[in-house]
């Protein structure tokens, strides 16, 4: 499966910065992307953040590996993350 790698940086709540990575079908349009970047920052108590085009941006396709494929199976998308997260 090919995914579209998409590149966030959220301010959390304290000030610092989040870095994660979205990971959707290659075929997810902007809009939805940015709804499950949301989904995942309600999960980590971040709710409320900005995320729009400014902090989430299309950076490559590439092929997933099963576990990856299986999360975007199951959830729609997958996060890979980065720094600041916890």
Known sequence: MKVA????YVTRKDGKI????????????????????????????QEG????????RFCHIDKAPIEIEN???ANGFSIIEMENCN
């Open 49 to 56: 953040q900005a995320l729009s085009s400014k902090e989430c």
């Open 18 to 45: 989040m870095h994660f990575d979205i990971l959707v079908d290659e075929n997810i349009n902007a809009e939805q992307v940015y709804e499950y970047g949301k989904k995942y920052l309600k999960s980590v108590a």
């Open 5 to 8: 790698v998409w590149d966030t």
């Open 71 to 73: 999360q975007i199976a």
